[in-house]
């Protein structure tokens, strides 16, 4: 009787260990979970705010395309001039053979 006792306890202990090791890990898992979730959900309100923000900058870089298409539009050499400008010679371009070998001259097929 007294072994049965004793098993019986010893079993009752362990079964006692087996659980609580089962709930602290489920415990674990779970915060684990809320806390990945937590980071997903902030990944995504941040990733929406660059989103937004980068619209933002596309269309003030358009605005202002259009703006530079505008006033390039109607400047002429002699408004240039005025303010020091001058229009290149074509004597001032660096010719293609002069300094790109083969390769990089034929690389523009690839």
Not at 55 to 76: A, F, H, M, N, P
Not at 81 to 88: E, H, K, T
Request: charged residues 15%.
């Amino acid at each position: 009787m007294k072994t049965m006792a004793k098993t019986y306890n010893l079993v009752q202990e362990y079964r006692t260990i087996m659980t609580w090791t089962l709930l602290l890990a489920c415990a674990f898992l779970a915060v684990t979970y809320g806390l990945n979730i937590y980071k997903v959900i902030q990944s995504t309100v941040t990733l929406e705010k660059i989103h937004g923000q980068a619209t933002i900058l596309g269309r003030e870089v358009d605005d202002l395309d259009s703006q530079y298409l505008k006033l390039s539009g109607v400047l002429t050499p002699d408004q240039l001039a005025a303010y020091g400008l001058s229009q290149g010679k074509v004597s001032q371009y660096i010719s293609k053979s002069a300094s790109l070998s083969r390769l990089a001259i034929g690389g523009h097929e690839l």
